[in-house]
């Protein structure tokens, strides 16, 4: 069975410092990986995703991502965080090889203080 | 280009009414999921549709709850006789093709029903 796990509820950084929201997840094939953003009382926005190639995945608002095939890793990283970037993370996984379903990490809470 | 749109946005139903929810995909997505969110929770899978086609409807209850997508018109997500535990956000995402590609799930802005 496939499954993903953010294992902390909420990060907190200070604004201009590198930040970091951790993933890990568990397929039974190859891995297709999505992070998506969630602003209070809206959708959820994409950000980015991994299914093959370079395991640095760059995306949206200079967030990027890095696939760790050994230690089942996904995590999401910014160089500089911004108070805006203030929201609700939600890592993704789905089985490559199946036609499973995508499946959502609880989310990551992300707080940016100036 | 707009995205995934969803209809109402908020709606308040008293317990045993009914909850209409729509969704229209993005333009030149056939492929259609609804996923519920429970607070503090994150994104659980309901039903996977095509049109015309329900493919998976693994994640929905099997009594009260029923989807659509019709050949014209938006996918709707149906609730019967609504319970305090259907109080959720529900979410509709769009996918250009089907669940064998690595295509990118699209979200609309959801729905939040609260029931009384």
């Known amino acids: 069975a496939q499954s993903v796990a953010q294992p902390e509820d909420q990060v907190n950084v200070a604004e201009g410092n590198p930040l970091t929201v951790k993933c890990t997840y568990s397929?039974?094939?190859?891995?297709?990986l999505f992070w998506y953003v969630q602003y209070p009382n809206r959708g959820l926005q994409f950000l980015l995703k991994?299914?093959?190639?370079?395991?640095l995945v760059k995306g949206s608002y200079g967030f990027e991502a890095e696939f760790n095939k050994s230690q089942t890793s996904f995590h999401l990283k910014k160089p500089s965080a911004l108070v805006s970037d203030s929201a609700l993370y939600f890592c993704?996984?789905?089985?490559?090889?199946?036609?499973?379903?995508?499946?959502f990490g609880k989310g990551t809470k992300l707080s940016v203080k100036p | 280009n707009a995205g995934v749109m969803q209809n109402p946005r908020h709606l308040v139903r008293r317990r045993g009414q009914e909850a209409r929810l729509r969704c229209s995909p993005m333009?030149?997505?056939?492929?259609v999921y609804w996923y519920r969110q429970l607070p503090e929770e994150g994104l659980k899978f309901m039903v996977y549709?095509?049109?015309?086609?329900?493919?998976?409807e693994s994640g929905m209850p099997k009594e009260r709850f029923s989807a659509e997508f019709p050949k014209e018109g938006p996918s709707i997500l149906r609730i019967q006789q609504v319970v305090r535990g259907d109080s959720a956000a529900y979410f509709c995402?769009?996918?250009?093709?089907?669940?064998?590609?690595?295509?990118?799930?699209?979200f609309g802005p959801g729905t939040r029903l609260t029931v009384l």
């Open positions: 333009k030149g997505h056939s492929h």
């Open positions: 995402a769009s996918s250009p093709t089907d669940r064998w590609s690595a295509d990118t799930q699209y």
């Open positions: 991994y299914i093959t190639g370079d395991n």
């Open positions: 397929v039974s094939g190859n891995p297709y």
């Open positions: 549709l095509q049109k015309e086609n329900i493919i998976d």
């Open positions: 993704a996984v789905r089985d490559g090889g199946s036609q499973g379903n995508l499946i």
